[in-house]
């Protein structure tokens, strides 16, 4: 799938994905158009960067865009940034428009939005919930003896607790025989890379090491993934790759959303917390999650696509 650019020789499009950049949003976006594709629902993906401010306000008042190209059949996008430039597009071309959030705007401007059930969804007509963000996993063979420890880092939402993450990570790789690799993320202090370095019998993998392709083929194989629970995403990935998952703590500073969302999954018995862990191989997961496919089901049924 090709990203364009203005004035572009744009081909006829079944989904148009208005993407911000952010890789997150991006494969939220991706997860839901791939999701459709293999329903058979869609063939062709596009993406493109959001209109600037001024060009999606003019398209709003007037109805028409500063270029043409055959409309899409189906626009979708996630982020704020997002929002101005789908509805400008739905206004221009008349076809529906997704939104992977609680969107900034009125829900009523939007055909269906896809909202993770720990952003508390409004009962709408027009608003879906889901569990967590969608994301591209796909479950793959399994590798028997594999594990993953997936490592997030302090944020505006937790601290962080390297000492006892460590401790921790050791205890999980030394109780649970097998081959274990130990990734982090970009927001991992340098300070846990190192505590991490000094462990044994692990594979320590560097975010900035990684390709984008690399996790979701990990996650595929891996029986086991281990991760820190304010790596919420990264919760719901390896809930839709099939792993056995257990959560590692950090030292939380309110009691938001994220960590609404974590304790729901706890409570479903989805996750195996490291305090409630006897030592033995994490148990098979009770379910897999398949939102993307989910919400795919959702959009064609109500005739978005």
């Given at each position: 799938?090709?990203k364009?650019?203005?004035g572009?020789n744009w081909?006829?499009?079944?989904?148009?994905?208005?993407?911000d950049?952010?890789?997150?949003?991006?494969?939220?976006?991706?997860?839901?158009?791939?999701?459709l594709?293999?329903?058979?629902?869609?063939?062709?993906?596009?993406?493109?960067?959001?209109l600037?401010?001024?060009?999606?306000?003019?398209?709003?008042?007037?109805?028409?865009?500063?270029?043409?190209?055959?409309?899409?059949r189906?626009?979708?996008?996630?982020?704020h940034?997002?929002?101005?430039?789908m509805?400008?597009?739905?206004?221009?071309?008349?076809?529906?428009?997704?939104?992977l959030?609680?969107?900034?705007?009125?829900f009523?401007?939007?055909?269906?939005?896809?909202?993770?059930e720990h952003?508390?969804?409004?009962?709408?007509?027009n608003?879906?919930?889901?569990?967590?963000?969608?994301?591209?996993?796909?479950?793959?063979?399994?590798?028997?003896?594999?594990?993953?420890v997936?490592?997030?880092?302090?944020?505006r939402?937790?601290?962080?607790?390297?000492?006892?993450?460590?401790?921790?990570v050791d205890?999980?790789?030394?109780?649970?025989?097998?081959?274990?690799?130990?990734?982090?993320?970009?927001?991992t202090?340098?300070?846990?890379?190192?505590?991490?370095e000094?462990?044994?019998?692990?594979?320590?993998?560097?975010?900035?090491?990684t390709?984008?392709?690399?996790?979701?083929?990990?996650?595929?194989?891996?029986?086991?993934?281990?991760?820190t629970?304010d790596?919420?995403?990264?919760?719901?990935?390896?809930?839709?790759?099939?792993?056995?998952?257990?959560?590692l703590?950090?030292?939380?500073?309110?009691?938001?959303?994220l960590?609404?969302?974590?304790?729901?999954?706890?409570?479903?018995?989805?996750?195996?917390?490291?305090?409630?862990?006897?030592?033995?191989?994490?148990?098979?997961?009770?379910?897999?999650?398949?939102e993307?496919?989910?919400?795919?089901?959702?959009?064609?049924?109500?005739?978005?696509?």
């Open positions: 799938m090709a364009r650019g203005w572009a081909a006829l499009t079944d989904i148009l994905i208005v993407s950049g952010k890789a997150g949003h991006r494969n939220q976006s991706l997860g839901l158009a791939e999701a594709v293999r329903l058979g629902s869609a063939t062709t993906i596009e993406q493109m960067a959001p600037s401010r001024y060009h999606a306000v003019m398209a709003l008042i007037f109805g028409r865009l500063p270029w043409s190209r055959e409309k899409p189906l626009i979708v996008g996630a982020g940034g997002t929002h101005l430039t509805l400008a597009l739905k206004r221009c071309w008349r076809v529906p428009v997704i939104v959030m609680k969107p900034s705007l009125p009523f401007l939007f055909d269906l939005c896809l909202i993770p952003d508390s969804p409004p009962s709408r007509g608003v879906a919930a889901t569990r967590g963000a969608l994301n591209r996993i796909r479950p793959g063979v399994k590798v028997p003896g594999s594990g993953l997936l490592v997030g880092g302090p944020s939402n937790n601290d962080w607790d390297e000492t006892q993450l460590a401790a921790q205890q999980v790789c030394k109780r649970s025989p097998g081959s274990w690799t130990v990734a982090t993320s970009r927001r202090p340098a300070s846990t890379v190192r505590r991490l000094s462990l044994t019998g692990i594979e320590l993998v560097l975010a900035e090491n390709t984008p392709d690399w996790l979701p083929k990990k996650l595929a194989t891996a029986g086991q993934c281990w991760v629970e790596s919420v995403s990264m919760v719901y990935e390896a809930l839709t790759a099939g792993c056995a998952v257990g959560l703590p950090v030292p939380w500073r309110r009691e938001g959303r960590l609404r969302g974590v304790n729901a999954l706890k409570g479903q018995g989805l996750l195996t917390p490291f305090e409630r862990w006897s030592g033995e191989p994490l148990p098979a997961p009770l379910q897999i999650l398949n993307a496919d989910r919400c795919a089901d959702i959009v064609r049924s109500r005739g978005l696509i």
